[in-house]
């Protein structure tokens, strides 16, 4: 039994095998077991070898089994290691990341350009009152120039904002007629507009407002130049137009020379070789003094830059609505490499 056993053990090709012989040699219907009951009919010295041979065929064979067993799980180790094997010099898989809103790379760079010229960012509401809205920006109740922002109103008296400009009256309202005055404040804004290809019921602006001393028209017009010259390129020009808004006096529409035709006329400026871009003016001496400041002491000049406007016109952008559709095709073109 022995000898059969101990052969079999060494030619088991694997565990399942080597398990199977465990069971055939030693388990209770085995052989050995077979053997031990007959045991019980021998006489007592017969009894006292075959038990000994028997016990030592049954160790032997246990420990043959053990032996086989570690080696087949370490050939069987082995094979597994060999299967799996990893290629530590294939490049690895990259994971998806995300990049920067073309909004808010406008956004960036025009916080960066004016923080450079020493204008601190401010914030204020996108819920607004009607008071700060329109009010404190010289258009009271019935004022007709309110029909130029169609408004979403949450109540009588509260609105979502239709413009940046009412932050102009939180800032100068918390400086409580102490100049000097110069920040910007880029955010949302909300208009009850259809929404096509150039208009959107939510959209974003940035506001300025600079309030000193014999501050001047040539100021602004210098501030506007260098942010058109540096946003859209050395070439460009600028021109302004007069326009009207209630809280600057005098006010102006601001247009850039057209990047496509060099200002000889084309589809994109309409044969006019300009391209709007923002409106702007000197601050209304009644928003003044109604935000705390002495027109007498303090002037200040206030532009809106729209952002989509200036990133549809740096990037090519011909539909408002691509800014605000979540469409990965549109927002992948605009992620900075590097
Ligand atoms: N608030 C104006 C608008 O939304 C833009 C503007 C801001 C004009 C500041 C003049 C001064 O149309």
Known sequence: IREEALEKINEAADLKEL???RVAFLGKKGPL??????MKDMAP????????VSNKAKQEIAKAIETMKENLEEAEMNARIKREDIDVTLPARKLP????????MVKEDIEELFLGMGYTVAEGPEVETDHYNFELMNLPKGHPARDMQDTFYIDENTLMRTHTSPVQAHVLLEAKGKGPIKIICPGKTYRRDDDDATHSHQFAQCEGLVVDKNVTMGDLKGTLEFFAKRTFGEKREIRLRPSYFPFTEPSV??????????GKGCAMCKGTGWIEILGAGMVNPHVLEMC????????????GIGLERVAMLKYGIDNIRDFYNDDLRFLNQFARKG
């Open 97 to 104: 990341t995300g990049s920067l809103h073309p909004i808010t």
């Open 19 to 21: 398990n199977a012989l």
């Open 45 to 52: 010295e017969e009894r006292k070898s075959f038990g000994q």
């Open 292 to 303: 705390g400041f002495d027109p007498k002491e303090y002037q200040g000049f206030a532009f």
């Open 33 to 38: 077991q077979k053997a031990m009951k007959a």
């Open 253 to 262: 529409e601001v247009d850039i020379s057209c990047g496509n035709c060099g």
